[in-house]
T-cell receptor
Framework: DAGVTQSPTHLIKTRGQQVTLRCSPKSGHDTVSWYQQALGQGPQFIFQYYEEEERQRGNFPDRFSGHQFPNYSSELNVNALLLGDSALYLC?????????????FGDGTRLSIL | KNEVEQSPQNLTAQEGEFITINCSYSVGISALHWLQQHPGGGIVSLFMLSSGKKKHGRLIATINIQEKHSSLHITASHPRDSAVYICAVTYITQGGSEKLVFGKGTKLTVNP
């Protein structure tokens, strides 16, 4: 039974570019949440997708957008990359469109902006 | 001020010691999560609780809703327990949406 998988594991981009990160949820889960974790900090909630819609959103600008597909997998897109977007991006899956369920995390994508 | 505060920030212990990590929060919550993050980034959910106490192996999590405080205890600590332990809370905003807020984490090092 596969857990949460994220791709790619590492990525290097330059300022102004666009990036797409991908996440496949744990089998049986229908909800995907995305988090940004800067070095030495706790994760910060970006948004949550359930039933192919963005259901909750944290304090992130519109440059951060996402999508959920019918198979529950999800993408995180970031446009016009800034140096400050360098971070570990974590995806977590759960069931039922609520945060009051245990979150199962992937290993993350480490994004570096040059 | 962050809605979730953890203490201590860093903790060094000798193998076998009893460990306590504390988490205080400032909002009325619907759930509290304890997470473990190893070097390299992967996060594992240890507990989710909204009242009382939960135990799994050598790990115990307690929560006091009235005092807005939770503790994570590790009994008979082992070097493999070395990790960052993160507390996170779920609450409902005035607008009716759910919000999940994380503490900055406690870095635990257990020496043999």
């Amino acid at each position: 039974d596969a857990g949460v998988t994220q791709s790619p594991t590492h990525l290097i981009k330059t300022r102004g570019q666009q990036v797409t990160l991908r996440c496949s949820p744990k089998s049986g889960h229908d909800t995907v949440s995305w988090y940004q974790q800067a070095l030495g900090q706790g994760p910060q909630f970006i948004f949550q997708y359930y039933e192919e819609e963005e259901r909750q959103r944290g304090n992130f600008p519109d440059r951060f957008s996402g999508h959920q597909f019918p198979n529950y997998s999800s993408e995180l897109n970031v446009n016009a990359l800034l140096l400050g977007d360098s971070a570990l991006y974590l995806c977590a899956s759960s069931f039922g469109g609520t945060m009051n369920q245990p979150q199962h995390f992937g290993d993350g994508t480490r994004l570096s902006i040059l | 001020k962050n809605e979730v505060e953890q203490s201590p920030q860093n903790l060094t212990a000798q193998e076998g010691e009893f460990i306590t990590i504390n988490c205080s929060y400032s909002v009325g919550i619907s759930a509290l999560h304890w997470l473990q993050q190893h070097p390299g980034g992967g996060i594992v959910s240890l507990f989710m609780l909204s009242s009382g106490k939960k135990k799994h192996g050598r790990l115990i999590a307690t929560i006091n809703i009235q005092e807005k405080h939770s503790s994570l205890h590790i009994t008979a600590s082992h070097p493999r327990d070395s990790a960052v332990y993160i507390c996170a809370v779920t609450y409902i905003t005035q607008g009716g949406s759910e919000k999940l807020v994380f503490g900055k984490g406690t870095k635990l090092t257990v020496n043999p």
